[in-house]
């Protein structure tokens, strides 16, 4: 009984080499393949939080600066995170709080900047679309009317339209261009929602132009 159980044994010990010569290397690299994948995306989890955490620690720093009014300060801090941290949303956000705080220290061609950088290359559409609003208000205020209408042509999330069609009205009422700005103020008020803040504002420019808002139709779409 035991030799049967030991030539039964040895036969399917056979088996085994016989297997792993013809699969063993490919069930090996599999494996390697399987665990060095899970290695790298707990790697990369590990790379995304520690990127986050870092960059949110520079905003903090930001944000102290801005409370304090250190322009300086703001810079040297902003610039650090959009090197270091470029794809993070903290990124994003700490360059567009150095733009506002860096314009009312009368920095503007570091407020420019920044607003120009989250414009570029911040990953939310969003944001962007709020740094391309104030640069065209900065250009504006330089008298840089083309400009202003050319940074405002790069298409927006829908619901920043309203607001570019209102930035819109500003630059050709800064122009002289009554009509124009008329339009676009109107295609603004039509297209914000009646339960929206900002459309009061937009109503009040209607009626500096002489323009009644509540004898306008309903909603309409946003012309460029």
Known sequence: MAKHLDLEEQEQLDQIKHF???????????????????????????????????????????????LASDADKIQRAYLEMTDRFAGT????????????????????????????????????????????????????????????????????????EPLAADRRGDVFLAQGKTEEAKNQYQAAWRALGAQTEYRQLVEVKLASLGVDASTLGGAAEVTR
């Open 89 to 160: 949303t903290f990124a994003a956000q700490g360059a567009l709080l150095a733009g506002k705080t860096l314009y009312e220290s009368g920095k503007v061609d570091g407020a420019r900047a920044a607003l120009t950088w989250v414009s570029e290359k911040a990953s939310d559409a969003s944001l962007q679309a709020i740094a391309r609003l104030r640069l065209a208000a900065l250009d504006v205020e330089s008298k840089a009317f083309d400009q202003a209408l050319k940074t405002l042509e790069t298409p927006m999330p829908k619901s920043f």
């Open 20 to 66: 792993w010569a013809q699969y063993g290397n490919l069930i090996t690299w599999v494996l390697i393949a399987v665990f060095g994948s899970m290695a790298a995306w707990n790697g990369w989890n590990y790379w995304q939080r520690s990127q986050a955490s870092k960059a949110s620690a520079l905003y903090e720093e930001i944000e102290r600066a801005a």
